[in-house]
C-alpha cells in the first residue's frame, strides 16, 4: 500500500462500495482506497488527508471520517481535529475540525489507547479520546455529516477512578453507544485495572427525552432533545 519504513497506527473502514485505509507517516495523516477485489486506488504515498497522529476511521453516510490526535504549536497543546473525506478521495477538510474545545497534554505508555476513537451511530460521528495521562476524564462529542459539531465536548467519565484507553462502537440507531474504557486505581503497589463499560444515551435533536445528559446537546427542553 505505501513504501516507506515510517508508517503507523494503521486503521481501516468499508462503506460505499470500498475500504478506505489511514495511517500517519511523521505526523501527516495519509489513507488509501482499495476495492473489495483487491485493487488499490491510491498508490503510494497515498491521499494526503491532513497533519495528526493516531487516526481512527468510520464511514457514514457518503462519506469517511477520520479523526486524529493534532498538537497546536501555536496553541502550545493537543486538539482531537477530524477530516472528511469523499468517496472520490477528497479531503473536504485539509486543516481538520477541530472536535475536543479544551486543549490537552495527551496519554503516554505503550499499553494505551492514545489517540480518538470513532463511530458512526447513524446520523452523526460519535468521536471519544483520552485528554491526560491518568486522567478521571474521557471526553467525547459528536460531528453532524455537515462537518458541524452537534454540541461541545462532554466528559463521558470522572473521579475517583482513573480511566483510559476508550473504546467505542455504535447501535445504528442516532441515540445508544457502548463505551468501553479501563478504570482503577494506578497508585504504587495497586494497579488493579479493569474494563468499564456502559451504554451511552446521546439521543439526536427532536427525539423525545427525560433529562439533558439523555441529549448529544445535553439539552432537553419541554421533553425533546433540543
Avoid at 6 to 30: C, S
Wanted: a neutral charge; aromatic letters at 8%; charged letters at 15%.
Amino acid at each position: 500500500v505505501v513504501a516507506t519504513n515510517v508508517v503507523n497506527k494503521p486503521a481501516a473502514a468499508f462503506g460505499g462500495g470500498q475500504y478506505m485505509l489511514t495511517w500517519d507517516v511523521n505526523n501527516a495523516i495519509r489513507a488509501a482506497r482499495v476495492l473489495p477485489s483487491g485493487v488499490l486506488l491510491d498508490p503510494s504515498p497515498g491521499l494526503s488527508i491532513g497533519n495528526g497522529t493516531f487516526p481512527a476511521i468510520a464511514y457514514g453516510p457518503n462519506q469517511f471520517v477520520i479523526a486524529t490526535r493534532r498538537y497546536d504549536s501555536g496553541l502550545g497543546g493537543l486538539q482531537v481535529r477530524a477530516h472528511r473525506v469523499s468517496g472520490a478521495g477528497v479531503s473536504l477538510d485539509p486543516t481538520g475540525i477541530v472536535v475536543s474545545s479544551t486543549l490537552f497534554t495527551g496519554p503516554t505508555g505503550s499499553d494505551r489507547r492514545l489517540g480518538p476513537e470513532i463511530a458512526f451511530d447513524g446520523v452523526d460521528m460519535a468521536i471519544v479520546w483520552p485528554a491526560e495521562f491518568n486522567s478521571t476524564v474521557l471526553r467525547g462529542s459528536w460531528l453532524g455529516p455537515n462537518g458541524q459539531l452537534t454540541a461541545t465536548e462532554h466528559a463521558l467519565t470522572g473521579p475517583p477512578n482513573v480511566h483510559h484507553s476508550p473504546v467505542i462502537a455504535a447501535q445504528g440507531d442516532s441515540q445508544h453507544e457502548l463505551f468501553i474504557d479501563v478504570y482503577g486505581n494506578d497508585s504504587p503497589g495497586v494497579n488493579n485495572f479493569r474494563l468499564n463499560r456502559s451504554i451511552l444515551v446521546a439521543k439526536t435533536t427532536s427525539y423525545a427525552c427525560g433529562q439533558h445528559l439523555e441529549c448529544k446537546t445535553h439539552f432537553c427542553i419541554d421533553g425533546v432533545c433540543c
